[in-house]
């Protein structure tokens, strides 16, 4: 039986105490979506909810070339996100986090089907890859994190960050939303995703010892 390539899988999956966590080699070939994270819950609009789920076409490509990124006018070459996703491996690299070409090639789909016009909406597309696929393969003890007390691989990651999205890095920084828009259309702004998880994974891992993506 052949898959048609329309066909798209999606699940749900209970991230506890009770459960095993993903595999990177599952994070690898799948997007995972921490709904507490990309949809937050607001008991005030329980009734008359404020935002919806912004539409999405699919994709009927499963790799980049240039004349699919010429379309996008902010990274027409795919220069700044192939230096953005250096600059992260220089930090993970000979750990077992290390990204691989299949991460490029992601991140370079979810540029082009999201097509940012400037670079406020890159940096949103970048920090939800991080989101999505980065931060979620990040996970064990001290010594796995290369924690010293003082510094950590987490630590090393928020500096690197702090440079490659300093559009939305800063506390009053804002960035546009790219799953959710307003009931009447317009742009639902949100803080930055990924400086706030990585906050959250180093206050865990000077805690308890251990950290990971998932609560």
Known sequence: ISIPPNLIVAGTVNMDETTHGFSRKVIDRAFTLDFGEFFPNNYQHYFEPATQIKPLGFPRFSQVDLDLMSKVSIDADAK????????????????????????????????VCFNPDNQLSLQAVWDDFLMTKVLPRVEGDSEKLQDDGEHSLLNKLEAILASQLDEIWSDDGKRPDLLRENI????????????????WMQKRLNDSGFTSFWP
């Open 80 to 111: 700044h996100s192939i230096q953005f996703l250096e600059a992260i491996n220089q930090v993970l690299q000979s750990t077992p986090f290390e990204l691989a070409y299949r991460a490029l090639n992601e991140l370079l789909i979810a540029v």
């Open 184 to 199: 009447k259309g317009e742009v639902v702004l949100v803080q930055c995703r990924s400086k706030k998880k990585i906050n």
